[in-house]
């Protein structure tokens, strides 16, 4: 038996025509969630690890909320971190997770409006039962009023049917979860929650609940009230709050806030990174129970999130 050598010609191009890390090394908003986005679990295993921990610390009852800061320089690998604890999270089941990166920031002095609209648009991300975790949350407060286990694809299912039945389910289905919710003060964020088990309604929900008007016919015949533009960044916080204390009851909520960097400041002159990090201490204060992830270059956090009063 013989042995044959590959030229180095031969080498060079199998590995042009077969070249598995031929692709972008930067990490698009739309990746995080790909489940087909390349991972080696390997690599940065010590801080996805840290990040399991705290989430299944949390889980047990040991913490109720954790931050935790992921340092590193630009390319080595701080959102595919991101992305390999999301398809954690939607593998698990047992939590929810929210990112928010550089396409979401924009005007940083309205960091809440845009904290609500990357709430709403993550939640509508497909969780683990095959269905948005909006649906999920519906489905686990209809499961609560009527002590039933009905999986999200049959609510949605039965909705249709149960709607031309009872037009007025929904209005009804409020009233019954806000028995149990004495917490939540604005009684319309449950209606639209229920609203994401109609496919003919979920859009409209989904863009209700993340702060955009809904055409006039439309939020009357789902019984949501428009807000007045003046009223949207004061009235976004509360309602972020709101839907983060709503899911606290039944999972632990997992946000990361990725791409700090930028020379963009609000009208106080603080940094995009320094927003964040008050935002995100107003937010761990809040909450019942979740994990805040920061990730940044170690300069940004020396220079300027360690220095923020």
């Given amino acids: 038996m013989s042995n044959s050598f590959s030229s180095y010609s031969d080498i060079?191009?199998?590995?042009?025509?077969?070249?598995?890390?031929?692709?972008?090394?930067?990490?698009?908003n739309h990746d995080i969630w790909n489940q087909a986005f390349p991972d080696v679990p390997s690599i940065n295993a010590h801080a996805s690890n840290a990040v399991f921990q705290a989430i299944e610390q949390i889980s047990t009852g040991k913490r109720s909320v954790i931050g935790i800061t992921i340092k590193a320089e630009k390319g080595l690998g701080k959102s595919h971190l991101m992305s390999r604890i999301c398809h954690h999270i939607q593998d698990k089941g047992d939590s929810f997770f929210v990112y928010m990166s550089e396409v979401d920031y924009g005007d940083l002095n309205k960091i809440h409006s845009k904290f609500l609209n990357t709430l709403t648009s993550s939640l509508k991300q497909t969780g683990n039962q095959s269905v948005m975790q909006w649906q999920e949350m519906a489905t686990t407060l209809v499961n609560e009023v009527y002590k039933s286990s009905y999986t999200p694809q049959e609510l949605m299912k039965r909705f249709p049917g149960v709607l031309a039945q009872h037009p007025k389910i929904v209005d009804a289905l409020t009233a019954k979860v806000l028995k149990l919710k004495s917490n939540i003060e604005n009684p319309y964020l449950i209606q639209a929650i229920l609203w994401t088990l109609s496919l003919d309604k979920v859009s409209f929900a989904t863009n209700w609940l993340g702060g955009r008007d809904l055409a006039q016919s439309q939020a009357d015949s789902m019984g949501l009230p428009n807000t007045s533009q003046d009223d949207k960044e004061a009235e976004a916080f509360q309602t972020v709050?709101?839907?983060?204390?709503?899911?606290?009851?039944?999972?632990?909520?997992?946000?990361?806030?990725?791409e700090l960097e930028s020379v963009n400041c609000n009208e106080q002159g603080f940094t995009r990174s320094q927003v964040i990090a008050l935002f995100a201490k107003d937010i761990y204060s809040k909450i019942k129970r979740g994990v805040l992830i920061l990730g940044m270059f170690d300069e940004t956090w020396t220079q300027q999130v360690k220095v923020v009063p």
């Fill in 12 to 28: 060079n191009k199998a590995i042009t025509n077969h070249n598995p890390f031929d692709r972008s090394l930067v990490v698009r």
């Fill in 241 to 258: 709050c709101q839907i983060l204390d709503l899911i606290g009851d039944y999972r632990t909520i997992v946000i990361c806030f990725d």
